[in-house]
């Protein structure tokens, strides 16, 4: 991999150095709220998100299918559907992108926030090579000639750990692996220094072997472009690895924030502990029982007053199914969590908390006999 | 910890009713059909068509019953009257009620269509089940004869077998033209069934055992029916449309007896003469043909199972 | 793990002394690869397994793992026959799977089970949950005596409410389907039961569910298992034994304690090292073993050893004349003194996590 030196002749899309203590808060999410009508109703998936991003940040959403954790995101770059009904403000470098057209959008896109999704096949147009595609993101911010932005593209692809960039850069998606295609809509996202990037669930589709690669390439782009991340994953072990601070997101709603380390082993809302608890370790002897959280989230469409973790919480009393609580912070800190009884989990194991294992034995016992007999 | 332990309710998995409550499905119990039912009833076009279709098949199979006139000559009928009270849809030159003739017209072309749908879809289905399931050189071999079959221009065929026929009744031409509408609605199965077997659905029957005919039959079919029911819609319109240009040929539904197309190709000299002769019938297969696409729409629509209200 | 094809005699389990419940030799599936146009002659073929031989005995959950393409799928439908195989051989109960016709086979069936990895694929849409539980019953007929009660006890068992029993699959969640999909593999009372993937599509607190429904059934039951999985961590928390697959071939086979804490093939220890673990401390000290280049592919596998072109070992440690040896020879799977069958010439065992 060569280094990356400024060539000073080279057109200026080269970001100024950006200095590290500067705190600047680049994305502002407030009291963001989505709901989208459907034949059973309006499904609320997000219900009133707030969070800050400063430059140089990288912010873990955690959350399992239903959370609202990609929507709240989509809702930030405008590519939810028109039906989609949105109410509340994110600010995207002090500049409100919520109501704004496509045009003006289209400007901030790519530019100051910059998106990777999930699947890298799809994410790139199968019908050019990639090296297009990347100078065509650029091009579409920078009024540069289609050498300058050709440099750029084989540039940002040795930036982001892709062997023999300048032959790559000929290559059609469908020539690549998955890992390299993943590297490759993060080179896009990278191409113009965006101040925000957000990635949802970059890894999710890919082997292990390779996400390690990709999340690499992931931090190589913010360390290049200075920017803050928006990291979107139910991976708990990756959020561990590559985040600063975590936001845990259940039915439309913040449950708990914090720093990585407050969340992971300090964790003071149910829903957090009990997603901890759940996850089999490849670190511990095999004796230890999963616990899991029984039951399933709820939906989104006519949700019950009160907490939308209480139908499943073992710690739920009367003032959890009647008021939901409001995210409030633990200790007096940043740390913050949305439970009645926060005081009550301090020092919580999930071993503490959810017990059960998910099985009827009288019914097993009926089929053994039943097997008995024949 | 033991703080925990004692504020903490009893988990809700370990009673067995409370096991329930936590799997509790929130959607109200529907069966597929009236799942289908809804979603239909949801397409205002497919709607409003449904219940012209409905009207029309009312009034070419309901309406000789109640109608004073039939298609036939009558001596008693005045001859070239515009549309009036007595005759709705006037009467022709040679003494018949164009609203008898009408109807008795769409009631054969609508029982050719009927059969020939019916014929194509049975016999395409199966036949494009067997090949997209079984493959290999079976499969080949099926529809290589498709192919050809398709390759022959099938309304010259149809014209030969009909002109050799001659005294062709509704059923011979319906016959005629079911004996080459299967070849579409084949491929279309055979390629559902295609995407279909790689689903693992069929992969689990096979892992318990089930023979093939119980994979097509009980698996593959089914998950078609969908498709099988729009493509018999459609076929119907076309079927429609082919009897249409057969009788108008000469070489379809043969006098006395008549049909929609039958009335067209007498009324062609009229078209500006005596004008109902020439139009009743033509709206009839427009409406017809509309009609029967849009509830082909909206059945598409109804019956896609994608579309069902998914919980998560 | 022996080369030899005849039936396997007597190798002890650990656990009852019996022989294994399930036993492969020497499986090898290639897929042909044709050219386009009207006459499709084979032009190569995708080697997905390879020589693949391994013992499942009773009581036990054999892991098998590896990355996409490493044809851990493949093998397991291989071993049910769901699959011809392309030579090798599958003995259940002395005898041989992959001889016999599809009527010999039937009662067989009943024995070994699948579960699927996608819980909305795996159910036919178009039935009914009691309709899709009783279908095994009905196919061996087993349904007329009792039938009805047997699905009721089964969705019970797997902790769903009978009372749903006239839904659609549709109308139930991931973990749910998956329930449903682990009844119906239930109801025929089968010996073996080879899950690929099962938790994989599913969310992590619903994965627990699920997992520790399939332990309580092992132990009530006496299930064997092969838990075909991507996912280590699944893998350590379930799995007695694991066997790791890269493209076609297993690596590595020990008893679970030992592979995760002494692994001694080079890409068992890759793949230990690149999973993330759900603990930020450990996260951020961990040593990373990272492979270079993509994965070869399987229609044109590298010579001698396949993991040589991204083998860490290979590019940095190894002298010319090794390096030949990894090129020219098949490394077989055999304990070279770490105390399991490795398939590395140069295996050594590392402490990782």
């Given at each position: 991999?060569?280094?990356?030196?400024?060539?000073p002749?080279?057109?200026t899309?080269?970001?100024?150095?950006?200095r590290p203590?500067?705190?600047e808060v680049?994305?502002?999410?407030?009291?963001?709220?989505v709901?989208?009508?459907?034949?059973?109703?309006l499904?609320q998936a997000v219900?009133g998100v707030?969070?800050?991003?400063r430059r140089?940040?990288?912010l873990?959403?955690v959350g399992?299918s239903?959370?609202?954790?990609s929507v709240?995101?989509l809702?930030v770059m405008g590519?939810l559907p028109?039906s989609?009904?949105?109410s509340?403000s994110?600010?995207v470098?002090g500049v409100e992108?919520l109501g704004?057209?496509?045009?003006?959008?289209?400007q901030?896109?790519g530019?100051k926030?910059?998106?990777i999704f999930?699947d890298?096949l799809?994410?790139l147009?199968?019908?050019?090579t990639?090296?297009f595609q990347?100078a065509?993101a650029?091009?579409a911010?920078n009024?540069v000639?289609?050498?300058e932005a050709?440099?750029?593209?084989?540039e940002?692809l040795d930036l982001?750990?892709?062997p023999?960039?300048e032959q790559r850069v000929?290559?059609?998606?469908?020539?690549l692996s998955?890992?390299m295609?993943?590297?490759?809509v993060?080179?896009?996202a990278?191409?113009?220094?965006?101040?925000?990037?957000?990635a949802?669930?970059?890894?999710t589709?890919?082997d292990?072997t390779?996400?390690a690669?990709v999340l690499?390439?992931?931090?190589?782009?913010?360390?290049?472009t200075g920017?803050a991340m928006?990291?979107?994953?139910h991976?708990?072990?990756?959020?561990?690895g590559?985040?600063?601070?975590?936001?845990v997101?259940?039915?439309g709603k913040?449950?708990?924030?914090?720093t990585?380390?407050e969340i992971?082993?300090?964790p003071?809302?149910?829903?957090?502990?009990?997603?901890l608890g759940s996850l089999?370790r490849?670190d511990a002897a095999?004796?230890?029982r999963l616990?899991p959280?029984?039951?399933?989230p709820?939906s989104l469409v006519?949700?019950?007053?009160g907490c939308?973790?209480?139908p499943?919480?073992?710690?739920?009393?009367?003032i959890c199914?009647?008021?939901?609580?409001a995210?409030?912070p633990v200790?007096g800190g940043p740390?913050t969590?949305?439970?009645?009884?926060?005081?009550r989990?301090?020092?919580?194991k999930?071993?503490d908390?959810?017990r059960?294992?998910?099985l009827?034995t009288?019914?097993?016992?009926a089929v053994?006999e039943?097997?008995d007999q024949? | 910890m033991?703080d925990?332990?004692?504020?903490?309710?009893?988990?809700p998995?370990?009673?067995?009713?409370?096991a329930?409550?936590?799997e509790a499905?929130?959607?109200?119990e529907?069966?597929?059909?009236?799942l289908?039912l809804?979603?239909?009833?949801r397409?205002?076009v497919?709607v409003i068509?449904?219940i012209?279709?409905l009207l029309?098949v009312?009034?070419?199979f309901?309406g000789?019953?109640?109608w004073?006139y039939?298609?036939l000559?009558?001596?008693?009928i005045?001859?070239d009257?515009p549309?009036s009270?007595?005759h709705?849809?006037?009467?022709?030159?040679?003494g018949?009620?164009?609203?008898?003739q009408i109807?008795?017209?769409?009631?054969q072309?609508l029982?050719?269509?009927?059969v020939v749908a019916?014929?194509?879809?049975?016999?395409?289905?199966?036949?494009?089940?067997i090949?997209?399931?079984?493959?290999?050189?079976?499969?080949?071999v099926?529809?290589?004869f498709?192919?050809v079959?398709?390759?022959?221009?099938q309304?010259?065929l149809v014209?030969?077998?009909?002109?050799?026929?001659?005294?062709?009744?509704?059923l011979?031409v319906?016959?005629?033209?079911?004996a080459?509408?299967?070849?579409?609605?084949a491929?279309l199965?055979r390629?559902?069934?295609l995407?279909?077997?790689?689903?693992?659905?069929i992969?689990?029957?096979k892992?318990?055992?089930?023979?093939?005919?119980?994979?097509i039959?009980?698996?593959?079919i089914p998950?078609t029916?969908g498709?099988?029911?729009?493509?018999f819609?459609?076929?119907?319109?076309?079927?429609v449309l082919?009897?249409?240009?057969l009788s108008f040929?000469g070489?379809?539904?043969?006098?006395?007896?008549?049909?929609?197309g039958l009335l067209?190709?007498?009324a062609?000299?009229?078209?500006?003469?005596r004008?109902?002769l020439?139009y009743f019938?033509?709206?009839?297969?427009i409406l017809i043909?509309?009609t029967?696409?849009f509830?082909?729409?909206?059945?598409?629509?109804?019956l896609d199972?994608k579309?069902?209200?998914?919980?998560? | 793990?022996?080369?030899t094809?005849?039936?396997?005699a007597?190798?002890a389990s650990?656990t009852t002394?019996d022989?294994p419940v399930l036993s492969?030799?020497n499986?090898?599936k290639?897929?042909?690869?044709r050219?386009?146009g009207?006459?499709?002659?084979?032009i190569?073929?995708?080697?997905?397994v390879?020589?693949?031989s391994?013992d499942?005995y009773?009581?036990e959950?054999l892991?098998?793992?590896g990355?996409?393409?490493?044809g851990?799928s493949?093998?397991?439908?291989l071993?049910?026959?769901?699959?011809?195989?392309t030579?090798g051989?599958v003995f259940?109960?002395?005898?041989?799977?992959?001889t016999?016709?599809?009527?010999?086979?039937?009662?067989?069936r009943?024995?070994l089970?699948?579960?699927f990895?996608?819980?909305?694929?795996?159910?036919d849409?178009?039935?009914t949950?009691?309709?899709?539980?009783?279908?095994p019953?009905r196919i061996h007929?087993?349904?007329?005596?009792?039938g009805?009660?047997?699905v009721?006890d089964?969705?019970?068992t797997?902790?769903?409410?009978p009372e749903h029993?006239?839904r659609?699959?549709h109308?139930?969640?991931g973990g749910?389907?998956?329930?449903?999909?682990?009844a119906?593999a239930l109801?025929l009372?089968p010996?073996?039961?080879i899950l690929?993937?099962?938790?994989?599509?599913l969310d992590?607190s619903?994965?627990?569910?699920?997992?520790n429904?399939?332990?309580?059934l092992?132990?009530?039951?006496n299930?064997?298992?092969?838990?075909?999985s991507?996912?280590l961590s699944?893998?350590?928390?379930i799995a007695?034994r694991?066997a790791v697959?890269?493209l076609g071939r297993i690596?590595?086979v020990a008893p679970?304690e030992?592979?995760?804490?002494?692994a001694a093939?080079?890409y068992?220890?890759?793949?230990i090292s690149?999973?993330p673990?759900?603990?930020?401390?450990k996260e951020r000290?961990?040593?990373?073993i990272?492979?270079?280049?993509?994965?070869?592919?399987p229609?044109n596998?590298?010579s001698?050893c396949?993991f040589?072109?991204?083998?860490?070992?290979f590019?940095?440690?190894l002298?010319?004349?090794?390096?030949q040896?990894?090129?020219?020879e098949v490394?077989?799977?055999?304990d070279r003194?770490e105390?399991?069958?490795?398939?590395?010439?140069y295996a050594?065992?590392?402490?990782l996590?």
């Amino acid at each position: 991999m060569t280094s990356h030196t400024s060539d000073p002749t080279a057109p200026t899309m080269v970001p100024e150095q950006v200095r590290p203590d500067d705190p600047e808060v680049l994305l502002e999410v407030e009291d963001l709220t989505v709901g989208f009508p459907t034949e059973d109703g309006l499904v609320q998936a997000v219900r009133g998100v707030s969070y800050q991003l400063r430059r140089g940040e990288a912010l873990g959403i955690v959350g399992e299918s239903g959370s609202g954790k990609s929507v709240s995101t989509l809702a930030v770059m405008g590519l939810l559907p028109k039906s989609a009904r949105i109410s509340g403000s994110a600010k995207v470098a002090g500049v409100e992108v919520l109501g704004l057209n496509d045009a003006r959008m289209s400007q901030i896109r790519g530019n100051k926030i910059a998106m990777i999704f999930q699947d890298p096949l799809t994410s790139l147009n199968p019908v050019f090579t990639v090296g297009f595609q990347i100078a065509e993101a650029v091009q579409a911010h920078n009024d540069v000639s289609d050498e300058e932005a050709h440099k750029r593209a084989v540039e940002l692809l040795d930036l982001v750990g892709i062997p023999f960039p300048e032959q790559r850069v000929h290559s059609y998606p469908h020539e690549l692996s998955g890992g390299m295609r993943q590297r490759v809509v993060i080179a896009i996202a990278m191409a113009n220094n965006p101040d925000v990037i957000i990635a949802d669930e970059p890894t999710t589709a890919l082997d292990v072997t390779v996400q390690a690669q990709v999340l690499e390439g992931l931090e190589l782009a913010r360390k290049e472009t200075g920017a803050a991340m928006v990291l979107i994953t139910h991976d708990l072990g990756v959020i561990a690895g590559h985040v600063d601070r975590v936001v845990v997101m259940y039915a439309g709603k913040l449950v708990e924030s914090g720093t990585v380390d407050e969340i992971f082993y300090t964790p003071r809302m149910p829903y957090t502990i009990g997603l901890l608890g759940s996850l089999p370790r490849m670190d511990a002897a095999r004796e230890a029982r999963l616990s899991p959280i029984l039951g399933t989230p709820p939906s989104l469409v006519n949700l019950p007053p009160g907490c939308p973790f209480a139908p499943r919480c073992p710690m739920a009393e009367q003032i959890c199914r009647e008021e939901e609580p409001a995210l409030l912070p633990v200790d007096g800190g940043p740390h913050t969590a949305a439970c009645h009884f926060t005081e009550r989990l301090r020092g919580a194991k999930p071993g503490d908390l959810f017990r059960a294992s998910y099985l009827d034995t009288q019914a097993v016992e009926a089929v053994a006999e039943l097997e008995d007999q024949s | 910890m033991s703080d925990l332990a004692r504020t903490a309710t009893p988990p809700p998995g370990t009673g067995a009713a409370a096991a329930y409550d936590a799997e509790a499905i929130t959607t109200k119990e529907r069966t597929q059909l009236q799942l289908v039912l809804i979603r239909f009833l949801r397409h205002r076009v497919a709607v409003i068509s449904l219940i012209g279709f409905l009207l029309i098949v009312a009034f070419a199979f309901l309406g000789p019953e109640l109608w004073k006139y039939d298609h036939l000559i009558h001596r008693e009928i005045p001859a070239d009257q515009p549309p009036s009270w007595g005759h709705p849809f006037g009467t022709t030159r040679a003494g018949h009620d164009y609203m008898g003739q009408i109807m008795r017209g769409t009631q054969q072309t609508l029982k050719v269509g009927f059969v020939v749908a019916i014929m194509s879809t049975v016999i395409g289905a199966v036949w494009g089940a067997i090949a997209g399931f079984y493959r290999g050189w079976l499969d080949s071999v099926m529809m290589r004869f498709v192919d050809v079959l398709f390759v022959i221009p099938q309304l010259v065929l149809v014209l030969v077998l009909a002109g050799m026929t001659r005294g062709t009744t509704w059923l011979h031409v319906a016959l005629i033209l079911g004996a080459f509408g299967w070849l579409q609605p084949a491929r279309l199965v055979r390629s559902v069934v295609l995407s279909l077997r790689e689903q693992e659905f069929i992969e689990a029957a096979k892992a318990l055992g089930a023979s093939d005919a119980r994979i097509i039959g009980r698996h593959l079919i089914p998950n078609t029916v969908g498709i099988i029911i729009v493509n018999f819609t459609l076929v119907i319109a076309v079927a429609v449309l082919v009897e249409a240009a057969l009788s108008f040929l000469g070489f379809g539904i043969q006098l006395p007896d008549t049909s929609l197309g039958l009335l067209i190709q007498s009324a062609q000299d009229a078209v500006f003469t005596r004008p109902w002769l020439f139009y009743f019938p033509g709206v009839f297969i427009i409406l017809i043909c509309l009609t029967i696409n849009f509830i082909g729409d909206g059945l598409g629509d109804a019956l896609d199972p994608k579309r069902a209200t998914v919980r998560r | 793990m022996t080369t030899t094809s005849s039936a396997p005699a007597s190798a002890a389990s650990q656990t009852t002394g019996d022989g294994p419940v399930l036993s492969a030799r020497n499986l090898v599936k290639h897929f042909p690869v044709r050219s386009k146009g009207l006459i499709k002659r084979r032009i190569g073929d995708v080697h997905a397994v390879c020589d693949v031989s391994l013992d499942l005995y009773p009581g036990e959950t054999l892991g098998l793992v590896g990355e996409s393409g490493c044809g851990k799928s493949t093998t397991a439908r291989l071993l049910l026959n769901l699959i011809p195989v392309t030579s090798g051989s599958v003995f259940y109960q002395q005898r041989d799977l992959t001889t016999m016709t599809r009527s010999q086979l039937r009662p067989i069936r009943r024995d070994l089970q699948i579960v699927f990895q996608d819980p909305f694929a795996s159910l036919d849409p178009r039935m009914t949950v009691s309709e899709i539980i009783a279908e095994p019953l009905r196919i061996h007929g087993l349904y007329a005596n009792g039938g009805r009660q047997m699905v009721r006890d089964l969705l019970r068992t797997v902790g769903l409410n009978p009372e749903h029993a006239n839904r659609y699959p549709h109308e139930f969640s991931g973990g749910q389907r998956q329930r449903i999909g682990v009844a119906r593999a239930l109801a025929l009372r089968p010996k073996v039961m080879i899950l690929d993937e099962p938790v994989s599509a599913l969310d992590v607190s619903i994965q627990a569910g699920v997992l520790n429904l399939l332990e309580d059934l092992q132990r009530e039951l006496n299930l064997a298992y092969l838990f075909v999985s991507h996912d280590l961590s699944v893998v350590r928390h379930i799995a007695g034994r694991v066997a790791v697959m890269y493209l076609g071939r297993i690596v590595e086979v020990a008893p679970t304690e030992q592979l995760f804490t002494q692994a001694a093939h080079p890409y068992t220890q890759a793949l230990i090292s690149a999973i993330p673990l759900p603990d930020p401390r450990k996260e951020r000290s961990r040593q990373r073993i990272l492979l270079t280049g993509d994965v070869p592919s399987p229609v044109n596998p590298p010579s001698g050893c396949r993991f040589r072109t991204r083998c860490p070992k290979f590019a940095n440690q190894l002298s010319e004349t090794e390096r030949q040896r990894c090129v020219e020879e098949v490394p077989a799977l055999v304990d070279r003194g770490e105390g399991h069958p490795t398939a590395c010439h140069y295996a050594e065992a590392r402490r990782l996590l």
